[in-house]
């Protein structure tokens, strides 16, 4: 089983002295499912990446755009998923001489989070289960990873935020409570987002809250639809509904299904660059104009069936016609 691949390229006036090379994930959700059923699926997926990464480019970092599990409060007590996730992370990082950067999704942290002690939160943090920089992972939750050129900025919206049906709203909150994070954007550096959910940053209404968003990040990297659990052979019979932020509601099951990339700025929301191809999308950006890309997820279907993995490749450039293609 093949994995799908999503080239993008953006285009930046941030002054940056190199191309930028990046290597995008979502959505692993490792599992007793997964574990039990599909292992042969990841590590076919793995060593595809490992083939086409390894003699080709040097990436600059592995991004991890959260739900690296899919366990629940029982999953946390069983430390073999985050063995063989902390593992398979390492692997990735020396083989490609590269940080694994992760942020957390809504199934890496629990629904009541805000409400357990000290003592219980210290039996679910997913730092204290994943993050080891002496192996290349680091895991940012509400924190910064600073390179020479570049930083990555991983934000965790509250648990909650997930499980409310007006997205307009939440995202108001959550940009207020991601303001509150005192985050240093260096205006120099290609500025990276991790978060879960793109949507919560991609209402220009945010911006009373946070008015310099969209001039101090320059990508917003999210998944957490699965590729809007629409089969790729249905997406293009889709058409105009994917045209505003490349979501498609419903008034049940509630669902939004949404994949692709934007450029986000206080005008509002481009059409979403898609492809059903294997070809390069490119996104322009000018001063105060962020690109936001949504990941399509490596367990598509949280792993209930077999399906394809997506893997996103990200170069950013400061002219696209010095951009080379992968």
Same mark, same amino acid.
């Given at each position: 089983m093949n994995a799908t691949r999503e080239h993008f390229i953006v285009e930046t006036?941030?002054?940056?002295?190199?191309?930028?090379?990046?290597?995008?994930?979502?959505?692993?959700?490792y599992c007793e499912r997964m574990l039990k059923y599909y292992p042969a699926i990841l590590e076919t997926f793995y060593r595809e990446l490992v083939d086409r990464y390894?003699?080709?480019?040097?990436?600059?970092?592995?991004?991890?755009?959260?739900?690296? *599990?899919?366990?629940?409060?029982?999953? #946390?007590?069983? &430390?073999?998923?985050?063995?063989?996730? @902390?593992?398979?992370?390492?692997?990735? $990082?020396? *083989?490609?001489?590269?940080?694994?950067?992760?942020?957390?999704? !809504? =199934?890496?942290?629990?629904?009541?989070?805000?409400?357990?002690?000290? /003592?219980?939160?210290?039996?679910?943090?997913?730092?204290? =289960?994943? =993050?080891? %920089?002496? /192996?290349?992972?680091?895991?940012?939750?509400?924190?910064?990873?600073?390179?020479?050129?570049?930083?990555?900025?991983?934000?965790?919206?509250?648990?909650e935020f997930y499980s409310r049906f007006h997205p307009q709203e939440n995202a108001c909150e959550?940009?207020?409570?991601? &303001?509150? &994070? =005192? #985050?240093? #954007?260096?205006?120099?550096?290609? !500025?990276?987002?991790l978060c879960h959910s793109n949507e919560f940053f991609m209402? %220009?209404?945010?911006?009373?809250?946070?008015?310099?968003?969209?001039?101090?990040?320059?990508?917003?990297?999210?998944? /957490?639809?699965?590729?809007? #659990?629409?089969? @790729?052979?249905? &997406?293009?019979?889709?058409?105009? $509904?994917?045209?505003?932020?490349?979501?498609? @509601? @419903?008034?049940m099951p509630f669902a939004s299904f949404r994949r692709g990339g934007f450029v986000v700025s206080e005008k509002g929301v481009s059409k979403p660059k898609m492809s059903l191809k294997d070809e390069d999308m490119k996104l322009l950006l000018q001063e105060e104009e962020m690109a936001s890309i949504i990941s399509r997820g490596v367990a598509k279907y949280s792993w209930y069936f077999p399906s394809s993995p997506s893997y996103t490749e990200i170069e950013v450039v400061r002219d696209y016609s010095r951009s080379r293609k992968l």
């Open positions: 006036p941030t002054n940056s002295p190199r191309i930028k090379h990046f290597l995008g994930l979502s959505d692993l959700h390894q003699e080709n480019v040097n990436l600059d970092a592995i991004l991890i755009a959260g739900d690296l *599990v899919s366990c629940g409060a029982e999953g #946390f007590a069983n &430390q073999y998923y985050f063995e063989v996730l @902390r593992e398979d992370l390492s692997y990735l $990082s020396d *083989v490609f001489w590269a940080p694994v950067l992760v942020s957390l999704g !809504n =199934h890496d942290i629990l629904e009541n989070w805000e409400h357990l002690t000290e /003592h219980e939160k210290s039996k679910f943090d997913m730092m204290m =289960h994943l =993050h080891s %920089p002496e /192996h290349g992972i680091y895991v940012l939750h509400n924190s910064q990873y600073v390179d020479s050129e570049f930083t990555v900025t991983g934000y965790t919206p509250k648990r959550v940009c207020e409570d991601f &303001q509150k &994070q =005192h #985050f240093v #954007f260096p205006k120099d550096h290609v !500025n990276i987002l209402y %220009p209404d945010i911006l009373k809250y946070y008015p310099t968003l969209y001039q101090d990040v320059t990508i917003l990297f999210g998944g /957490h639809a699965h590729d809007g #659990f629409v089969p @790729r052979m249905f &997406q293009p019979f889709l058409g105009e $509904s994917m045209e505003t932020m490349g979501i498609v @509601r @419903r008034k």
